[in-house]
Structures are given as structure tokens and as C-alpha cells.
């Protein structure tokens, strides 16, 4: 009993302190963010701080991690849709493509061939720990792309691009996770049979048509109670978090990957739903986005494996600064000319190095330990986490107001082009960037 006072205490004070400072906290030239300052919290009391908590002594630790992180995904991830214009997806079919195909595929090899090479780890754990840091983590880019800095100095449509693709990507690293894991506990041959069998065409296609249909019918219903005057305040604004948790254990249950089943039963609710109420409903989402975000991180402060990433000497520094260097930039640098919203280089530069790394890898992260019992996923991906957390939130506002500065992008008036223009319209002036 105790321990649930002291977490009370200390997330009420932690969320408390963090929404009344915001303002201050991003004023000027920020070189801390929120989950930067959550982390530390996190760090500060649990074993190997004041020990005023210890996930250890609740259970097991890497299990109470992936759920949590699982459930902070997708509040994140349906954020992350309902603030999308409603077709963003067919109108940057090509950009989406490309960066959710190519783009992550890239991003996964180059991840996987700087852990091969750093730590000499065997070929399938290195591809393994790739994957875990492949996805662009929702809540990180949500800092960097949303708030009053980032509206006035980056594009809209750069601010849509990496939040379309923190969303989609989370569920979308899935299969590369699981082929990993399927390679390192099957023999080959069962390992790839299973994965094309089952895991694409159900994990990956079962959770798109699930969550289209969820997010679809709730739509629809939500419409349809509005018009008639049945849904009254307080509905409308429990209607999104209840369906997203609802579709999350609905498919998980089905044996599908529910976190991409989340971000298309959002995207789907975002179409169908009545854009009055949804504008409201957003409002909401993003308070419950902020209340699950801040405990997640404080979590993971608490469980970082301290000892084992000093066993890593050098190479563990190495591997963090090889794969937040080489994992993005170069693929984008490559597949610019597909991706319309990053149309100059330094909108290139900008979104290649703002591709945040966390609560997802923390997820697949324990994830695999849960698979595969081995701990280098475990281990190298918290770690990488860490560094990224780190990295990007002290570059986030000056590199943005840099952007800014030599561009003078952010006022041009052709940024969003006709097509977000309309889809914003569309959206019944819903904003998109935050």
C-alpha cells in the first residue's frame, strides 16, 4: 500500500509540476523536455537512486514495462491520427509509402548493421536489436512536432509527415521484430514458413482490416448519435480512449498486432466521425496522452540496466551514436525525391535527425526478452533509447528555430500546398500540426 502512495505522490507532483511549468519549460532556447525530465525522475527514485520504489519487488519488471509502454503507445498513436487531416494518407500515398516500405526497411538494415559491427553480436540478435529501434517513437515526436515553437517555425507539412509516420510505424516495425524473434526460437525453415504465412497476412493484414473496421463503425455510431442529439458532453469525450483500449485487447485477443490496429482504427474513426465532436474528443486524448506518457517514462527510469551497459565499455557509447547517426539520415538523404513533404535539404536534414527513438523500443524491447529470453534486445535498446531521449530532446528547439533561421520556410505560403490546405478544410479546421 505503501508503494502505490509514494507512486501517487510522486506522478500527481511529477504531472502536476510539468503542466503548471510548460510554459517556462519552452520558453527561450529549451535544451531539457518533458521525458527527458521524466526519465531523471524515474532514475532518481527508483533501486538505484533513493530506492523509494523497485518494479522488481511488484512482479515481473520487463512484463509491467511492455504492458505499460503498450498502453502509452496507443494513446499516443490515437492522438497522433485524430490530429491528421482526414485523407493525409491517400493525398501522401507516395511519401507514406516509401517511408513506411523502403524507409523503414533501410532503417532497420542500417540499425542491425551498426549493432553487427560494434558488438560483434551474431547476425539474427543484431537484426533483432535493429528492429527494436526501427520505429520513430509517437511520444518523442509528438514533443518535437506539436506546441507553440514548433508551429511557428516548422512547415506544417513537415510536422504532419513525422507525426503520420511515428504513427503508422510503431505497429509497422511488428513483423520485422517478429521475423527476428521467430529466426532466433524456430528452425529456420518453421521460422520464415510461420512469418508468411501468419504473421503477415494476419498480424500485419488482419490488424489493418480490424482496425479500419473498429474505428470505422465507432465513427459512424459516434456520427449517427451526434446528429440526433444522443451523445452528450462527457460521451463524446470518453468515446476515443475507450475505443482505442477497447480495440487494442479486442485484436490482441484475435491474434493480431493491436498497436497498428489502434492507429487505423483512429484514422478510420477520424473519417467517419463527426468533426465537432472529434475536435473536442482530441482536446481530451491529448490530456490522457500527457497522463500515461510522464508515468511510462518515470517507469523506464527505473528499470535501465546500469551495470550491464557499463559492461559495454566504449562500444556501448559507439552503437549509440552509430545508429542515431547513420540509422535515418542516410535513407532519407536516398529516398528523398519520393517523400514530397521534405522537399529542400535542409527539410531532409531536419526530418532525418528528428526521428526519435523510445517507448516503442522500450516495448519490442521487452518484448523479445519475453520471446526469446536473451537480454541483448533488452540491454542495447534502452540504452539506445536513452541516447536518443537525450540527443533529441536537447537538438529539438534550437534545431528548430535554426531551421527557421536559414530557411524561412515555416512562412512560406505555398508550405502546405493545396492538398493539407483542403484536407484541413475537410477537417472541419481541425488543426493538424499540434
Not at 531523471?40 to 530506492?51: E, F, K, Y
Not at 492522438?79 to 500515398?93: C, E, G, M, T
Not at 536559414?406 to 484536407?423: L, R
Given at each position: 500500500m505503501s508503494d502505490i502512495n509514494v507512486a501517487l505522490a510522486l506522478l500527481g507532483g511529477l504531472i502536476l509540476a510539468l503542466s503548471l511549468g510548460a510554459g517556462l519549460l519552452h520558453?527561450?532556447?529549451?535544451?531539457?523536455?518533458?521525458?527527458?525530465?521524466?526519465?531523471?525522475?524515474?532514475?532518481?527514485?527508483?533501486?538505484?537512486?533513493?530506492?523509494?520504489?523497485?518494479?522488481?519487488?511488484?512482479?515481473?519488471?520487463?512484463?509491467?514495462?511492455?504492458?505499460a509502454a503498450r498502453l502509452t503507445i496507443a494513446i499516443a498513436v490515437t492522438?497522433?491520427?485524430?490530429?491528421?487531416?482526414?485523407?493525409?494518407?491517400?493525398?501522401?500515398?507516395r511519401a507514406m509509402a516509401t517511408i513506411l516500405g523502403p524507409g523503414m526497411i533501410g532503417m532497420w538494415l542500417a540499425s542491425a548493421a551498426v549493432v553487427y559491427v560494434v558488438l560483434d553480436l551474431p547476425v539474427w540478435v543484431a537484426l533483432l536489436i535493429g528492429a527494436i529501434v526501427t520505429p520513430t517513437d509517437p511520444v518523442l515526436a509528438n514533443s518535437i512536432v506539436t506546441g507553440p515553437i514548433a508551429e511557428r517555425h516548422i512547415p506544417g507539412r513537415i510536422r504532419r509527415f513525422l507525426s503520420a509516420e511515428s504513427g503508422a510505424n510503431d505497429g509497422g516495425a511488428y513483423p520485422f521484430v517478429l521475423l527476428a524473434i521467430l529466426v532466433l526460437t524456430r528452425p529456420t525453415g518453421v521460422a520464415l514458413t510461420e512469418w508468411f504465412t501468419y504473421t503477415l497476412p494476419w498480424e500485419v493484414g488482419g490488424a489493418l482490416l480490424l482496425g479500419l473496421a473498429i474505428g470505422a463503425l465507432v465513427g459512424w455510431l459516434e456520427r449517427w448519435t451526434s446528429e440526433r442529439e444522443l451523445l452528450d458532453h462527457t460521451s463524446v469525450l470518453t468515446v476515443t480512449i475507450t475505443m482505442t483500449f477497447a480495440a487494442l485487447g479486442l485484436v490482441k485477443l484475435l491474434g493480431s498486432?493491436?498497436?497498428?490496429a489502434v492507429f487505423v482504427a483512429g484514422l478510420a474513426y477520424n473519417r467517419f466521425a463527426d468533426p465537432r465532436d472529434e475536435a473536442e474528443a482530441q482536446g481530451?486524448?491529448?490530456?490522457?496522452?500527457?497522463?500515461?506518457t510522464y508515468p511510462a517514462f518515470v517507469l523506464i527510469g527505473m528499470v535501465l540496466p546500469w551495470s550491464e551497459w557499463v559492461a559495454l565499455g566504449w562500444r556501448g557509447v559507439a552503437v549509440v551514436l552509430g545508429v542515431l547517426l547513420l540509422r535515418r539520415l542516410p535513407m532519407l538523404l536516398v529516398l528523398r525525391r519520393f517523400i514530397d513533404p521534405i522537399d529542400r535539404p535542409a527539410a531532409t536534414v531536419f526530418a532525418g535527425w528528428f526521428g526519435p527513438i523510445g517507448i516503442a523500443a522500450v516495448f519490442y524491447a521487452a518484448l523479445s526478452v519475453r520471446h526469446t529470453g536473451t537480454r541483448a534486445g533488452w540491454v542495447v535498446g534502452t540504452l539506445i533509447v536513452v541516447g536518443s531521449i537525450l540527443a533529441h530532446g536537447v537538438t529539438a528547439v534550437p534545431a528548430t528555430l535554426a531551421y527557421d533561421r536559414?530557411?524561412?520556410?515555416?512562412?512560406?505560403?505555398?508550405?502546405?500546398?493545396?492538398?493539407?490546405?483542403?484536407?484541413d478544410a475537410d477537417n472541419g479546421g481541425n488543426p493538424t500540426g499540434g
Open positions: 520558453r527561450g532556447v529549451r535544451v531539457v523536455s518533458e521525458p527527458m525530465i521524466a526519465l531523471a525522475v524515474g532514475v532518481l527514485v527508483g533501486p538505484l537512486g533513493m530506492g523509494l520504489l523497485d518494479p522488481a519487488a511488484w512482479g515481473d519488471e520487463i512484463l509491467f514495462v511492455e504492458q492522438s497522433i491520427a485524430l490530429r491528421l487531416p482526414k485523407d493525409y494518407f491517400r493525398r501522401r500515398v498486432d493491436g498497436i497498428l481530451f486524448q491529448e490530456v490522457i496522452n500527457r497522463l500515461f536559414f530557411t524561412n520556410d515555416a512562412n512560406d505560403p505555398g508550405d502546405n500546398g493545396d492538398e493539407d490546405a483542403s484536407a
